[in-house]
């Protein structure tokens, strides 16, 4: 059964302009930072999150790895900040406080498996829970312009080691990517 799998990844990327805000910050310094909100392991304080996980097919804190997948390869420095919820983190977005912010559920791990697993049988909740949730001020160049890309490259870098580790047949599918407004 695990042979005809294909997956579906779906990025939530929504996008956020505040050019009232550019010349602002501009001055301040040029660290770009990143919120991160993940319900997956317990949280700590703004600058500290552990996030750990096994290499090889170990289905747990999946999130810790695809972090991990982007982290290093992505091209521009960026300072990961950690936030308890996703409605903090947007706000810091709004704010200027960081450039963008990833969110997983508590339940991201268990709806990628599932979703590995069922492909497009998925129920709504299973594909709901599995999306990473990305909101990026696109007003940032470096950020709008190759983020997106880094982090579904990332992503589908991250699905190919767990399908090599777990001996599932490779079959990525088209990444289908939902815009989104934020509210
Ligand atoms: C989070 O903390 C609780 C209580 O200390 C612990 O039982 C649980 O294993 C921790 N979770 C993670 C992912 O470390
Ligand atoms: C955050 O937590 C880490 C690990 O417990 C600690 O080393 C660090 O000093 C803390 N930072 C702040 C700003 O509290
Ligand atoms: C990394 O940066 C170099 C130099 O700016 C650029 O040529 C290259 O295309 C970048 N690679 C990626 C993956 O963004
Ligand atoms: C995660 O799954 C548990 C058990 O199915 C459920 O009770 C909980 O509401 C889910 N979390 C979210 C954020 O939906
Ligand atoms: C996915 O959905 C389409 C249409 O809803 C269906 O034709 C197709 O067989 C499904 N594929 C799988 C693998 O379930
Ligand atoms: C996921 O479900 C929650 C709660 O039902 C909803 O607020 C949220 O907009 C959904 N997210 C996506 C990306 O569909
Ligand atoms: C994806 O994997 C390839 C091969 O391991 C590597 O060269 C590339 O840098 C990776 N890209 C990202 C964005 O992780």
């Not at 747990?60 to 300072?79: V, W």
């Not at 339940?107 to 497009?120: I, K, P």
């Not at 983020?147 to 777990?166: E, G, M, R, W, Y």
Request: overall charge negative; hydrophobic content about 35%.
């Amino acid at each position: 059964m695990w042979k005809r799998i294909g997956i579906i990844l779906i990025f939530t990327l929504s996008t956020i302009h505040f050019k009232q805000f550019c010349l602002a910050t501009e001055d301040e310094s040029n660290e770009l930072k990143l919120a991160i909100v993940n319900h997956e392991t317990n949280y700590t304080n703004l600058t500290y999150q552990e996030c750990d996980w096994k290499p090889g097919c170990k289905l747990k804190q999946l999130s810790c790895r695809y972090l991990d997948e982007f982290m290093n390869h992505i091209n521009i420095t960026i300072t990961e900040e950690y936030y308890r919820t996703p409605e903090e983190a947007k706000d810091a977005v709004r704010t200027n406080k960081v450039v963008g912010a990833l969110y997983f559920t508590e339940n991201f791990t268990d709806a990628l498996v599932a979703r590995l697993l069922l492909g497009n049988m998925s129920d709504d909740n299973t594909i709901n829970q599995s999306e990473v949730r990305v909101w990026l001020d696109t007003s940032n160049q470096p950020v709008g312009e190759t983020l997106p890309t880094d982090l579904h490259v990332a992503f589908q870098n991250f699905t190919k080691d767990i399908h090599s580790d777990c001996n599932i047949r490779e079959e990525l599918l088209e990444i289908p990517l939902s815009l989104m407004n934020l509210d």
